[in-house]
Each structure stands twice: as C-alpha cells, then as structure tokens.
C-alpha cells in the first residue's frame, strides 16, 4: 500500500497549493497559539477554500477547550482532527468529526495501553516528543520503537525530510508520514523544492 503523506503546520496558500501540486494526500493546520505555524481559523477557512477536490484537511489542536474546538469548526470545515495533548478519549470524540491521537514516543512505558484509550481514532500518530508535549521538534527517534501490527493505522512524525524518508518508507510498515519543518525554508513558511523532493523520494521507493 502506498504511503500517505501528510504536510503539516500550512500557513498559506501558496504552500497549499504547492504541496498538492506535488501530490501530497493531507495539509495540516495549527491552532495552537504557542506554535510558530499557528494559523487562525479564519486563514485556514481562507487557504481551504483554494483547494483543489480530495485533499483531505487537518486541524491540530494541543489540550484546547471545548470551545475552542467548536469555535474553530464553527468558521473552518475540517476533515479530521488532530489531538496532540492530554485530551480524553470522550474529548476527543465529542466533536462529529473523525479523529488522529498523536503520542509521544519519548519516555513511553506502556504504548498499547495508552493508545488502546482511543477506540474510536482512525489512526495513532507517533512523534519524537514526549508523551503530552508539543511536536515539531524536528527530530527524529528509532524506528524500532514502533509497534508491531498494531490494531490501527500508524503515522510516523518527527524529524522527517526529503534525505531520510526513503529510508522511512523502506525501514517501517507505517501508514502514513507527517512532515513540517522537515519541508520548510524557515518556520512556517514551506520550500516547495523540498516537498517536491520529498514526494519524489517517495514515489521512486514505491515504483
């Protein structure tokens, strides 16, 4: 099965549209106010609305209130949702939108256990941060840190760019990658050049 690439942390439409010239399968967008990628619910509604058909859209939001949540979905029609905090798998799940759990890889005991909470999630994304701590570090961890056959589909985030996503792609059996600063010229704003290698990294390991 082919690998699903996602960008995340779009600011613009310019990048949006860049990364779906390249083939990307889903763009993300941060509403979490401490990020350097963070967008308003009014830019994301703005960039969406430039997208071309089935391209899937992706609200991040790190241990937000219910409010905000509601509030964000009230102005942007997103696809899926994104939690990367300490949200609650009723939280979670509350919103009539289908969901992604990010964990964090760094210092986890027991990932089943923790991940197994989430029983209505399409899939569990694995970052290098740890557990309930913001991503986008850039960095990457070992591979061989990710479950076996696990129940549901596996995002692989963290440190991901267009010189070792091949090996990503050879090395794990995940479902999907995510990729932000992996893919960007500075913070937030995206180089199309490297998303353009990076698909092609992609798309060469799978001919």
Not at 150 to 156: E, W
Not at 171 to 187: C, I, M, Q
């Amino acid at each position: 099965m082919s690998k699903r690439v996602k960008i995340c942390g779009i600011t613009s439409a310019t990048d949006a549209l860049n990364a779906c010239d390249a083939g990307v399968d889903a763009l993300g967008f941060v509403f979490y106010e401490k990020s350097s990628r963070y967008v308003t619910p009014e830019q994301a509604a703005d960039i969406c609305q430039t997208l071309p058909p089935f391209v899937t859209t992706v609200g991040l939001f790190m241990n937000a209130d219910q409010q905000q949540v509601e509030d964000t979905l009230s102005v942007v029609s997103l696809d899926l949702l994104q939690f990367h905090g300490h949200e609650t798998p009723d939280f979670c799940q509350s919103f009539d939108r289908p969901y992604i759990k990010a964990v964090g890889i760094n210092g986890m005991e027991d990932f089943a256990k923790y991940a197994d909470q989430y029983t209505d999630a399409l899939g569990i994304l694995i970052d290098s941060h740890a557990l309930g701590k913001a991503g986008g570090t850039g960095e990457t961890f070992d591979w061989k840190l990710l479950p076996k056959n696990y129940s549901k589909p596996i995002i692989l985030a963290g440190g991901l760019n267009p010189d070792n996503v091949a090996d990503a792609c050879k090395e794990t059996s995940v479902y999907a990658l995510d990729l932000s600063s992996g893919v960007e010229s500075s913070p937030g704003i995206k180089s199309k050049a490297k998303i353009d290698a990076l698909m092609r990294e992609v798309k060469h390991v799978e001919s």
